[in-house]
């Protein structure tokens, strides 16, 4: 399995810069509490979970396409919808889960405001990330926080719920990237590498 570069970046980060060891202390804390609190939530989106197979995913998201909701993306393993942020912005919201055991136990999602320009402040990725957390916020509850280095050049905002971990940051100067997770599988991967 590749590891999440933007993890990677940040956990080293957070290491080497002692100025944030209590930040990764506390991250920690919450995940450990929420881990250990047994709390199961494997809902994603669209009638989409953490723990699908395979199978039910596709069956999923075709019964989405023939209604016209879900459509296909502009690389071959994504799925399209277009999404209505809290702003009222339109947005281009693309997914495709990792699995395993042929279930899913990773959601990468991906954000793009429609008509973005880089010269539109008002369409920037930060609004856009803004945006993306107050979206997930209706679907998932409130209670992110953020995460970020001493320079603040990696900025994530986070939410755990038991078993269920998303994480929204910047991806590029377009994009904003999420990852809803199930920390169970998840942690059981990067032991087993």
């Known amino acids: 399995m590749?590891?999440?570069?933007?993890?990677?970046?940040?956990?080293?980060?957070?290491?080497?810069?002692?100025?944030?060891?209590?930040?990764?202390?506390?991250?920690?804390?919450i995940e450990q509490e929420e881990l250990s609190s047994?709390?199961?939530?494997?809902?994603?989106?669209?009638?989409?979970?953490?723990?699908?197979?395979?199978?039910?995913?596709?069956?999923?998201?075709?019964?989405?396409?023939?209604?016209?909701?879900?459509?296909?993306g502009p690389t071959e393993l994504s799925v399209e919808y277009n999404v209505t942020l809290p702003s009222g912005k339109d947005a281009k919201m693309r997914f495709y889960p990792k699995f395993e055991d042929d279930k899913i136990y990773l959601m990468p999602v991906e954000f793009t405001y429609e008509g973005w320009a880089p010269w539109n402040?008002?369409?920037?990725?930060?609004?856009?990330?803004?945006?993306?957390?107050?979206?997930?916020?209706?679907?998932?509850?409130?209670?992110?926080?953020?995460?970020?280095?001493e320079d603040r050049s990696l900025i994530a905002f986070v939410k755990?719920?038991?078993?269920?971990?998303?994480?929204?940051?910047?991806?590029s100067l377009s994009v904003v990237r999420a990852e809803i997770a199930d920390l169970n599988i998840l942690k059981s991967l990067e032991e087993n590498e």
Not at 41 to 63: A, H, I, P, S, Y
Not at 124 to 139: C, I, K, P
């Open 38 to 72: 047994g709390e199961i939530n494997n809902e994603l989106f669209l009638d989409l979970e953490l723990g699908m197979v395979r199978k039910d995913f596709f069956q999923t998201c075709w019964d989405w396409n023939k209604k016209g909701v879900l459509s296909n």
């Open 160 to 171: 755990i719920d038991g078993n269920r971990r998303v994480r929204v940051f910047k991806k």
């Open 121 to 149: 402040e008002e369409l920037s990725v930060e609004n856009l990330r803004e945006d993306v957390v107050a979206q997930f916020e209706e679907w998932y509850g409130p209670g992110f926080f953020e995460v970020s280095n």
């Open 2 to 29: 590749m590891i999440n570069r933007f993890y990677l970046r940040f956990v080293l980060s957070c290491t080497m810069l002692s100025g944030l060891i209590s930040c990764q202390s506390e991250y920690q804390k």
